[in-house]
């Protein structure tokens, strides 16, 4: 037995990985200092400043071409900035050593706009890239399981594990993205417009699934959006990005009483408005449930 | 250094408990997972009250051992308690691989397949000549639907910027012939002959031949993923819609382009591949520059020429109809545009090839030998 267990041990010593970082406990697993990213002569971002907090989710908001995305990029390393300072769970990112590098990579999750799933591979299949990347030792089995479970937690039906993306609809496959996206159990995940393209009820669905998930696995989420329901509903804080800053960050009441003419136009809009009205129908409806419930 | 998950098994009262030790976290445990799975002996209990930090990974791992061993867990903290009780909502026995079936059948259904679509394949692609040819009979009757501006953009792609390729291709074909035709033609003393080699394979053969191959390489594998991509995206439908005819607009001005230029390409390859074997002629033969090219005129019958115009149209038109058909083909995802786009090639250049051989026996048998 001991010695099958030695066997074990070496194999397993031998496929892995020989580092592997601590979990994040400093208070800011996002912080950005004086960020400059310039495309030609366009300049999209002009020493930009921003810190996220552990544990929250944090809602990136901004007018199209205000580089919401271009700031996503910036973080998670695929865009390289001109000037300023990004530290992922207190590491700069900029110019890091690759294995530094994937290190850290392996603590975030990012969710592209269109899933981004790898077509020739099935669902689960592309749930199981990251984990064989950076965890080569695990059992294939567990492997499998992991996958599938991770499937299912997202709200696919069961037997979406074994398909390929092309036989998934829109929504489908961003919950796909997802569950890749939360293969490594992250401490940090990026959404880019979740829910843009989703009908109304999937929508909600999916901005329950990512406060649900958000609750149990305690993710700090950056979540770039333009569905103001999804800021109203789930968001912590909101970031402002306008004129190649972030003009402001803090929760919805907050940003109200600041007196920035796009800012009062985004939040006091008609649409803005009627998402209020859903969320305290929302709300109101859920109270009822509960009191029925106790009574 | 990585710290692992481990247990021990303790046994008290004819009950044996399983005591886990250290993170279970996706980086941990690994090896903790393995030796489980390993591990068959009765179990009544899982106690947690040694582990550290958990994710569902580790919570994934427990359940499932607990689940198979029929024990209780035990000494779970909040945190390790809720995400246990998440993993086991996600819990499923659904296949993770789409199904196959056992190989034997699968060969066999491989190449029944296989058949099948050869079929259709050859149905189809006859399907889309005719379909190509009525969209020129309705630009004929209505001449103001020609796409004169896709068609001079065409010229210039298929045409003008294949020109600098093809003609060092031909310029280095032209020196292999007349060199190694040379060396064969010495050993009869008959060297003068290698004019008439160059000359009439140029012309009746090869000129046109490895044009043609060029082409499918340049030009109709750019339509099938031109055309491919444009499928996926959308855009065709997009066409279909505002009454746009798709073949109308993208599909004939590339194959009027392909046909209208590969005569022109196909002579001037001919001439160029000459004008290589009188270079290597003049400076290995003996033969001057000159005389080279004035027995040309001598040697070459004039109906080799023609015979290597009538064939460069229709090669162009297979390129191209084969580029655009499977171009258009194209469904579902970025793999199958570079599929086709293969396919476009290889069956361009294989057709273009059968063909050769017909038109080479034709040609002799009409006395054009």
Redesign the interface.
Same mark, same amino acid.
């Given at each position: 037995m001991s010695a099958?267990?030695d066997e074990?041990?070496e194999e %397993?010593l031998d496929?892995?990985r @020989?580092? %592997?970082v601590e979990?994040f406990d400093g208070r800011y697993p996002i912080e950005i200092a004086g960020l400059k990213n310039t495309f030609g002569d366009q300049v999209v971002h002009e020493d930009l400043s921003l810190k996220v907090e552990r544990g929250e989710i944090l809602g990136v908001v901004g007018g199209s071409g205000t580089g919401k995305s271009v700031l996503m990029r910036s973080i998670i390393g695929l865009q390289i900035p001109d000037a300023g300072e990004i530290r992922v769970f207190g590491k700069n990112t900029i110019g890091a050593e690759p294995d530094e590098e994937s290190a850290v990579r !392996?603590r975030w999750g990012v969710l592209f706009q269109g899933g981004a799933l790898f @077509?020739?591979l099935?669902v =689960?299949e592309n749930v199981e890239v990251p984990?064989k990347q950076f965890?080569p030792? *695990?059992?294939p089995? *567990?492997r499998?399981? &992991?996958?599938?479970?991770?499937v &299912?937690?997202t709200g696919l039906p069961?037997?979406a =594990? =074994?398909?390929?993306? !092309?036989e998934l609809s829109g929504g489908m496959r961003k919950r796909a993205g997802l569950a890749r996206a939360l293969a *490594?159990?992250p401490e940090l995940l990026f959404l880019d417009e979740p829910t843009a393209g989703l009908d109304p009820i999937g929508a909600a669905a999916f901005d329950e699934l990512t406060r649900n998930l958000q609750n149990?696995?305690g993710l700090t989420v950056f979540l770039i959006t333009h569905d103001l329901d999804t800021l109203y509903a789930i968001c912590d804080r909101v970031a402002v990005l306008a004129d190649g800053q972030v003009i402001a960050v803090g929760t919805i009441p907050e940003l109200l009483k600041l007196d920035h003419p796009w800012i009062q136009e985004y939040f006091n809009g008609p649409r803005s408005r009627a998402a209020q009205v859903s969320l305290a129908r929302g709300a109101g409806k859920a109270m009822d449930k509960s009191g029925g419930g106790k009574a | 250094m990585r710290e692992w998950a481990d247990f021990t098994v303790q046994e008290a009262g004819g009950r044996a408990t399983v005591v886990l030790q250290g993170p279970l976290l996706v980086s941990t445990i690994g090896l903790l997972d393995r030796k489980l799975r390993e591990h068959t002996d009765p179990v009544q209990h899982v106690d947690l009250s040694g582990a550290g930090e958990i994710d569902t990974i580790g919570a994934w791992t427990v359940w499932r051992f607990a689940d198979e061993h029929n024990a209780r867990i035990t000494g779970a903290s909040e945190q390790a308690g809720k995400l246990i009780a998440t993993v086991r909502e996600s819990a499923s026995t659904a296949p993770y691989e789409p199904e196959r079936l056992p190989l034997a059948e699968r060969v066999l259904a491989g190449r029944g397949e296989a058949v099948i679509r050869f079929g259709r394949n050859v149905v189809n692609f006859v399907g889309f000549l005719g379909a190509t040819l009525i969209a020129l009979g309705a630009i004929v009757r209505h001449p103001r639907r020609f796409p004169y501006r896709a068609l001079v953009r065409q010229f210039e792609l298929v045409g003008v910027s294949a020109l600098p390729i093809i003609g060092l291709m031909s310029f280095l074909i032209g020196i292999v012939i007349a060199q190694q035709g040379a060396a064969q033609l010495r050993q009869f003393g008959a060297e003068i002959y290698t004019i008439n080699l160059t000359g009439r394979l140029a012309l009746r053969e090869l000129g046109v031949l490895m044009t043609a191959i060029m082409v499918a390489g340049r030009s109709g594998s750019a339509f099938a993923a031109q055309l491919g991509t444009m499928k996926l995206t959308e855009e065709i439908d997009a066409m279909r819609t505002i009454g746009v005819s798709p073949i109308e607009a993208l599909v004939v001005p590339r194959i009027l382009a392909n046909v209208l230029m590969m005569p022109l390409l196909g002579f001037f390859s001919a001439v160029i591949a000459i004008i290589g074997g009188a270079v290597i002629a003049d400076l290995t033969l003996g033969i001057p520059f000159l005389t080279f090219l004035a027995r040309i005129k001598e040697v070459v019958p004039l109906y080799d020429v023609w015979v290597g115009l009538i064939k460069a149209p229709v090669f162009g038109l297979i390129v191209a109809l084969a580029g655009c058909y499977q171009g258009m083909q194209v469904k579902g995802d970025s793999e199958q545009v570079g599929l086709r786009t293969t396919m476009a090639v290889v069956q361009g250049i294989f057709m273009v090839i059968v063909l050769d051989a017909f038109f080479a026996v034709f040609f002799t048998e009409i006395g054009w030998a």
């Open positions: 099958d267990d074990l041990r %397993v496929e892995a @020989s580092d %592997v979990a !392996s @077509s020739t099935t =689960a984990l965890y030792e *695990l059992d089995q *567990l499998h399981e &992991i996958a599938r479970y991770k &299912i937690m069961e037997e =594990a =074994a398909k390929y993306p !092309s *490594l159990d149990t696995l | -």
